[in-house]
């Protein structure tokens, strides 16, 4: 993966379902100057069953009821998209020349992302992790993946991880948890993490508290698996994305919306078009600005470096010959001659040369 921040837009359900209203979210995550627009793409039957209730953020951001039609499928039909309609955003985002990514939640639907869209890489959200069998449908087709880990334990990531190994290996054994176990640990399994697979930092609540994102969590991501690792923002605002990048994110995705006030369950969480843009331009230039590791005078520097540091300069005239004092010595800018770290050195030496008060001593 390349240094560069990559930055998907979440549109997620915020179409809520229109069409229209999709293509203008590509439109937006484009301007903003994201690199990919995601989506999810789900069959709201297989998703959920009829007893499925609402997640409590989904109730209070629909100002909805847990009963029937506030019940988990009711709102997932509101919100899908046609398969139909993917092709047109797909049309869209090649148009604008941004990335189209979603996240499937059902085997029909990676099935259709993975051989009718033809996308190279997939999107799994946190509620997906300990869906094996969704993970194993994947990984067999080869598609790079990036899973989000809200909720998640390290041990549960590790099952994950091992699954997706075994998929990529193109292990013929029957699935198992320890083949993925083997999986896990072979060497090439894990080269084959290495080439598809990033990790997201996600505390899933809509929209978390600054308290309950653990952004330290991303770090131990990196460190306990060794793939690249990036952060699913849901908090308000753009500090923390910003904040992840400044601790090493790959990748940042953050939920857009055209209006805050539309009805659905992630506008209030999401960040509106003008925002987006703020967001991502603060991320270009952080990442321009973390620089490399070496700690030496940057090409800017070198040219000021003469003006801002000093020099032994003589404090009154010198004539060849005459010792160097504390009361003849003194130290000024420019920074073009002896170093003032010089100083002690030069105590008592004598000078080579005639020196008018206040020149440079060479």
Avoid at 31 to 42: L, N, W
Avoid at 193 to 208: D, F, I, N, R
Wanted: hydrophobic fraction near 40%; glycine fraction near 8%; proline fraction near 6%.
């Amino acid at each position: 993966m390349s240094d560069a921040v990559y930055v998907i837009a979440e549109a997620g359900v915020n179409h809520n379902g229109d069409l229209n209203r999709a293509l203008a979210m590509v439109d937006a995550a484009a301007e903003a100057g994201a690199d990919a627009v995601k989506f999810q793409t789900f069959n709201p039957e297989a998703l959920a069953s009829r007893h499925a209730a609402q997640a409590d953020y989904q109730v209070r951001n629909e100002g909805g009821s847990r009963d029937a039609p506030g019940s988990q499928l009711a709102m997932l039909k509101r919100l899908a998209l046609s398969f139909d309609h993917h092709h047109a955003l797909l049309a869209r985002c090649k148009e604008q020349n941004i990335a189209f990514l979603s996240a499937p939640f059902d085997p029909d639907s990676a099935r259709f992302l993975i051989d009718d869209m033809a996308l190279p890489r997939l999107k799994l959200g946190s509620g997906e992790l300990t869906n094996g069998p969704l993970l194993l449908q994947i990984s067999k087709a080869g598609r790079s993946l990036i899973l989000s880990t809200g909720m998640a334990t390290l041990a549960e990531i590790r099952e994950a991880l091992g699954v997706l190994a075994f998929g990529f290996l193109q292990d013929e054994t029957p699935p198992s948890r320890p083949a993925f176990n083997d999986a896990f640990r072979n060497q090439q399994g894990q080269a084959l993490l290495k080439k598809h697979v990033a990790l997201l930092h996600c505390t899933t609540e809509y929209p978390c508290p600054p308290d309950q994102v653990n952004l330290r969590a991303m770090d131990t991501l990196a460190e306990t698996f060794g793939l690249p690792v990036g952060y699913s923002d849901h908090t308000l605002g753009i500090h923390v994305s910003l904040a992840a990048v400044a601790r090493g994110a790959h990748i940042i995705e953050k939920h857009f919306t055209l209006d805050r006030q539309l009805p659905g369950p992630d506008h209030l969480a999401s960040l509106e078009p003008g925002e987006l843009k703020t967001m991502i331009d603060g991320i270009r230039d952080l990442s321009l600005a973390l620089g490399s590791t070496d700690k030496v005078p940057g090409p800017a520097e070198q040219t000021n470096m003469v003006a801002a540091r000093k020099s032994l300069i003589a404090a009154q005239a010198i004539s060849r010959g005459e010792h160097f004092t504390a009361d003849n010595v003194t130290i000024k800018r420019p920074g073009s001659g002896r170093s003032p770290m010089d100083y002690w050195e030069i105590l008592g030496q004598a000078a080579r040369q005639n020196y008018d008060a206040d020149e440079v001593i060479q």
